[in-house]
């Protein structure tokens, strides 16, 4: 398994929250974020679901 990104423990710290969902517009700069996100699995697995805007 690869180690965490800081991306990974800043999507850990939104569910940890209760966040289940996040609103935005994918960008280069938002990549790893998105893709943490993602990995999360969505909320019908207790993680976050992203929604395009």
Wanted: hydrophobic share 40%; net charge negative; charged share 20%.
């Amino acid at each position: 398994m690869s180690p965490k990104t800081v991306a990974d423990q800043l999507v850990q710290q939104l569910v940890d929250a209760g966040v289940s969902r996040i609103y935005g517009i994918v960008g280069d700069s938002l990549n790893p974020i998105v893709d943490a996100v993602r990995r999360t699995g969505g909320s019908e697995k207790g993680g976050i679901d992203w929604i395009h805007v």
